[in-house]
Nanobody, 115 residues
C-alpha cells in the first residue's frame, strides 16, 4: 500500500520557480523524516534537503537560500519550493521517506532549467 508520488516538475527558465510535491500513501506519515534527492544525467544521486519529524530542516550548500523543504502531516505531503533556479539544478528529483526501521522512495519528477 505504500506509495510516494512526486509531482510539480517541468521546464522553467533560469531564475524561475517551481514547487515540487511528494504525496505519500503511508500510515503514520508524521513519524517519517523526509528527504529530497536529485540526480542529473551522468551524475550520482545527491541529497538536496531534509526535514525531520519535528520540522528541523537541512540543505545542501548549493541550494541553501533558494530551496525550502516543508511538510503538511494532515495531507501526508512534503514539498520542495525552489526559486532562483539555475541550469545546474536540472535533474530528476526524488523524495524519500525514512524511519529507523524502513524507508521508501518515489519514482521522481523531472526539473529542467533552460532558456
Amino acid at each position: 500500500q505504500v506509495q510516494l508520488v512526486e509531482s510539480g516538475g517541468g521546464l522553467v527558465q533560469p531564475g524561475g520557480s517551481l514547487r515540487l510535491s511528494c504525496a505519500a500513501s503511508l500510515n503514520m506519515f508524521s513519524l517519517y523524516a523526509i528527504r529530497w534527492y536529485r540526480q542529473a544525467p551522468g551524475k550520482q544521486r545527491e541529497l538536496v534537503a531534509a526535514i525531520t519529524t519535528t520540522g528541523i530542516t537541512n540543505y545542501e550548500d548549493s541550494v541553501k537560500g533558494r530551496f525550502t523543504i516543508s511538510r503538511d502531516n494532515t495531507k501526508n505531503t512534503a514539498y520542495l519550493q525552489m526559486i532562483s533556479l539555475k541550469p545546474e539544478d536540472t535533474a530528476v528529483y526524488f523524495c524519500n521517506a525514512y524511519h529507523p526501521s524502513r524507508g521508501y522512495w518515489g519514482q521522481g519528477t523531472q526539473v529542467t532549467v533552460s532558456s
